[in-house]
C-alpha cells in the first residue's frame, strides 16, 4: 500500500482549493489535508476543518482568528493566524506537497518558504513566477523542490512534453477561451460593467481571475509562467484563442509535428494530474469526454489592439527585472478597482501602463526588491485610481 500523501492547501476555500479538496475525499487511501489556509472565509474554511480534520488551520486575517479557534476547540486542530504562520507550516517534516492556491501576489512568500524547504508544490498560482520567476527557478536548482503545474494550459504543457527533448521544440501553443469579450465589439468595452466581465463562457473561477481572463491579461500571464516553467522563449511561446476550451495547449515541434492535450474544461483534471505525479495517473468515474465535445474545435488569432495587456505582458517578459512584478501589483489593484465599479474596463490597462513607466527598473532584483517594487508599485497605481 501507498504511503498516504499530506497535503497543505493555500487558499482551501478558492475554487482551487475547493475542488483540490474534492479530490482529497474521492482519494482517502492516497491524499489526507494536513494544513488548510484561508484568508477572510472563515465561515467555510471551519466547515472545511470539521470535514477533513486536519493537522492545522490558518486563517490570514487575524480579526477573524477568536471566531475559528473556537469553532474548533472541539477538534485536535492547531488553529493560528497571520502571513509567518503559513511559511513556517508549509515548511513542517510531514508536509509532502503543497498547493499554492492563493490568489495573486499573497501566494509569493509562502510558495518561496516550501520552494527552500524542498516541497513537492502543485503550482496553482501563476503569479509567483510572473512576479519572481528567476528567484524560484534559481532556488529550484539548489533544493530538490518540484514545481508540477496546475493550471490546465501548462498541465497540458507539461503532458506534451513528457519524453521529448527541449532542443525538439520550436513552440509553445497556448490556448485561450477569449473571455467574456471574445466577439464584442471593441467600442463597447469602455461601458462594460464587472458583472459583465464575470460572466465566463466556461469555466467556473474566482473574480478576480475571471476579470483577467476578460481582459486576456491571465494569458500574459500564463504565458510568463510558461517561459519560467519550461525553460522557453517569450518569443517561442504563442497565443490562440480556442473558444470551446477543449484543447488545453500545444506544443510544436520542430519536424513540423504538434501534439495536443485534450479534456473538458474543469479543473479537476489538471489539480488530479499535478497530485497524482510523479506515480502516475489517477482514475476517477467522473463523467469524460465523448465524441460530442470535441466533434467541433476552432481556433482564431487573439486581438491584440482589443486586448492591449497581452502587448503588455509580451512588453514586461521582454524587459524582465522587475517589470512583471510592477505589471501584476498594478494589475491586482485596477482589478479591484473595477470590482468595486471604481474605474471602467478599459482603465486596467491604462492604469499597468502608467505604473510600468513610472516604475523604477531593477534588472536583478532579490526577494527584497521584489516586495519593495510590489508596493511601490500598488500605492501609484492606487494613487492613479484616486485621482
Request: with cysteine; hydrophobic share 45%; aromatic share 6%.
Amino acid at each position: 500500500m501507498e504511503k498516504i500523501r499530506n497535503i497543505a492547501i493555500l487558499g482551501s476555500t478558492g475554487s482551487i482549493g475547493r475542488q483540490t479538496l474534492d479530490i482529497i475525499a474521492e482519494y482517502p487511501d492516497r491524499f489526507k489535508a494536513r494544513l488548510l489556509v484561508a484568508n477572510t472565509s472563515a465561515s467555510l474554511l471551519i466547515e472545511q476543518a470539521r470535514r477533513f480534520v486536519p493537522r492545522q488551520v490558518i486563517i490570514a486575517s487575524e480579526s477573524l482568528y477568536p471566531r475559528v479557534k473556537e469553532s474548533l476547540a472541539d477538534l485536535p486542530i492547531e488553529v493560528m493566524t497571520g502571513s509567518e504562520a503559513v511559511c513556517e507550516a508549509v515548511t513542517q517534516p510531514d508536509v509532502d506537497t503543497v498547493v499554492t492556491a492563493m490568489v495573486g501576489y499573497s501566494g509569493l512568500a509562502s510558495t518561496l518558504s516550501a520552494v527552500k524547504a524542498g516541497k513537492r508544490i502543485a503550482l496553482a498560482n501563476k503569479e509567483t513566477l510572473v512576479v519572481a520567476g528567476s528567484l524560484i527557478t534559481g532556488l529550484l536548482e539548489t533544493t530538490g523542490s518540484v514545481l508540477y503545474p496546475v493550471d490546465s494550459e501548462h498541465g497540458a504543457f507539461y503532458q506534451c512534453l513528457v519524453g521529448e527533448r527541449h532542443a525538439d521544440i520550436e513552440k509553445l501553443i497556448l490556448t485561450a477561451s477569449g473571455g467574456p469579450f471574445r466577439t464584442t465589439p471593441a467600442e463597447r468595452l469602455a461601458t462594460v460593467r464587472a458583472s459583465d466581465a464575470l460572466q465566463h463562457p466556461n469555466w467556473s473561477m474566482g473574480a478576480k481571475i475571471t476579470i483577467d481572463s476578460a481582459t486576456m491579461m491571465n494569458k500574459g500571464f500564463e504565458m510568463i509562467e510558461a517561459k519560467w516553467l519550461f525553460g522557453m522563449s517569450h518569443r517561442n511561446i504563442e497565443i490562440v484563442v480556442h473558444p470551446q476550451s477543449i484543447v488545453h495547449s500545444m506544443v510544436q515541434f520542430v519536424d513540423g509535428s504538434v501534439k495536443a492535450q485534450l479534456g473538458l474544461p474543469d479543473m479537476h483534471l489538471p489539480i488530479r494530474y499535478a497530485l497524482g505525479l510523479p506515480d502516475g495517473r489517477l482514475a476517477t468515474c467522473n463523467y469524460k469526454m465523448t465524441v460530442d465535445d470535441y466533434a467541433s474545435l476552432t481556433f482564431e488569432r487573439p486581438d491584440f489592439n482589443k486586448f492591449p495587456l497581452l502587448e503588455t505582458a509580451y512588453r514586461a517578459a521582454e524587459q524582465g527585472g522587475n517589470v512583471p512584478c510592477v505589471m501584476n501589483a498594478a494589475n491586482e489593484v485596477a482589478v479591484a478597482a473595477f470590482l468595486a465599479d471604481s474605474i471602467t474596463f478599459t482603465q486596467i490597462h491604462e492604469i499597468v501602463e502608467k505604473t510600468i513607466a513610472w516604475a523604477p527598473r531593477v534588472d536583478n532584483p532579490t526577494y527584497e526588491d521584489f516586495v519593495a517594487s510590489n508596493d511601490e508599485a500598488r500605492r501609484y497605481a492606487q494613487s492613479l485610481i484616486n485621482s
